[in-house]
């Protein structure tokens, strides 16, 4: 079965510093990669995606993940967080015709 | 419609009683999901509608929980003599068909609170 695993259970940073959140999965063959987010008091919402190509995918708001296969990791990251970034973002992995598998979720706090 | 509709957003319940929570999928998307959403614990997945086929109820957690899809529409979700473990937001979302190569669209939740 798949799983995903997201390493940090709660990030703090400082407004302005860089963001990696990691991401790894357990699934050998042909998967979809996403991060997903979700504000506070907010439903989950998509922030990029990886199907095939580029294994260096753009987001929303100024994100990026990098699918790396020989690592089967994910991770996210964007250069500059901002307060607004507070959320928890979370990571799944599709594969077939199976449903979405998440990791258990990455708590961000951005503090001005 | 414009986005996935769950009902009602919040549910208090006494421990022992029925419960039924609702999701209206967006129009034309033919996959159906349900998840649970637990405090540290991500997201779980539940039970998975795609089309007419036989649901996926693998992530049923025990036999108290059903859910069924009318006319490859409207879902609810039953549980059934709830616990207290079973408070949790239970998210839904849909996607347009085979998970491969979509994205699944999520709805609000509803937040269930046994007590």
């Known amino acids: 079965a798949q799983s995903v695993s997201q390493h940090n259970h709660h990030v703090i940073l400082s407004e302005a510093a860089s963001l990696e959140l990691g991401c790894n999965y357990s699934y050998g063959g042909t998967v979809n990669l996403f991060w997903y987010v979700q504000y506070p008091g907010q439903h989950l919402q998509l922030l990029l995606k990886y199907f095939s190509g580029d294994p260096l995918v753009k987001g929303i708001k100024g994100f990026e993940a990098e699918f790396i296969k020989s690592k089967f990791s994910f991770n996210l990251r964007k250069p500059s967080v901002q307060w607004s970034d507070t959320a928890e973002y979370f990571c799944a992995v599709s594969s077939g015709n199976t449903p979405l598998v998440f990791g258990k979720g990455t708590r961000l706090s951005v503090i001005a | 419609g414009a986005g996935v509709s769950q009902s009602p957003s919040n549910k208090v319940t006494e421990k022992g009683k029925d419960v039924e929570l609702r999701c209206d999928p967006i129009?034309?998307?033919?996959?159906l999901y349900w998840y649970r959403q637990s405090l540290g614990q991500g997201l779980e997945f539940l039970i998975y509608?795609?089309?007419?086929?036989?649901?996926?109820k693998s992530g049923l957690p025990s036999d108290r929980f059903s859910a069924e899809r009318t006319g490859g529409s409207v879902s609810t979700l039953t549980i059934q003599r709830t616990q207290q473990e079973d408070s949790a937001v239970y998210l839904c979302a849909s996607s347009l068909g085979v998970v491969m190569n979509t994205e699944a669209f999520f709805g609000q939740g509803t937040r269930l609170t046994v007590v």
């Open positions: 509608f795609q089309g007419n086929s036989a649901p996926d």
């Open positions: 129009s034309g998307h033919t996959a």
